[in-house]
């Protein structure tokens, strides 16, 4: 019964900011990983910022700077702050969850554009 939902998305102009989050619900005893990945038209899925268990986020160098990964565990709660936007940010986000096995939102809608 594990499910993640994005919400946060939508559109900004360039240089703005959006603040991503990903609620978790049902039961993960161990999470070995989390992140933000993003698909842009016509490219493959990327991964944009991760959080190991027990190690310091990281970040593509493509966000590193201006994009922030963290989560809330009192509220099973994934967020990216997302600063400085360019139109090259343009993509679907999708929120993972590694235990075991890989877990998915449903992904969310983030369009930079004047």
């Known amino acids: 019964q594990v499910q993640l939902v994005e919400s946060g998305g939508g559109m900004v102009q360039p240089g703005g900011s959006l603040r991503l989050s990903c609620a978790i619900s049902g039961s993960i005893f161990r999470i070995n990983v989390m992140g933000w990945y993003r698909q842009a038209p016509g490219k493959q899925r990327e991964v944009v910022a991760l959080i190991p268990s027990l190690s310091n986020p990281n970040y593509a160098d493509s966000v590193k700077g201006r994009f922030t990964i963290s989560r809330d565990s009192a509220k099973n709660t994934l967020y990216l702050q997302m600063d400085s936007l360019k139109p090259e940010d343009t993509a679907v986000y999708y929120c993972?969850?590694?235990?075991?096995?890989?877990?998915w939102g449903q992904g969310i809608q983030v369009t930079v554009s004047s």
């Open positions: 993972n969850v590694v235990s075991l096995r890989s877990y």
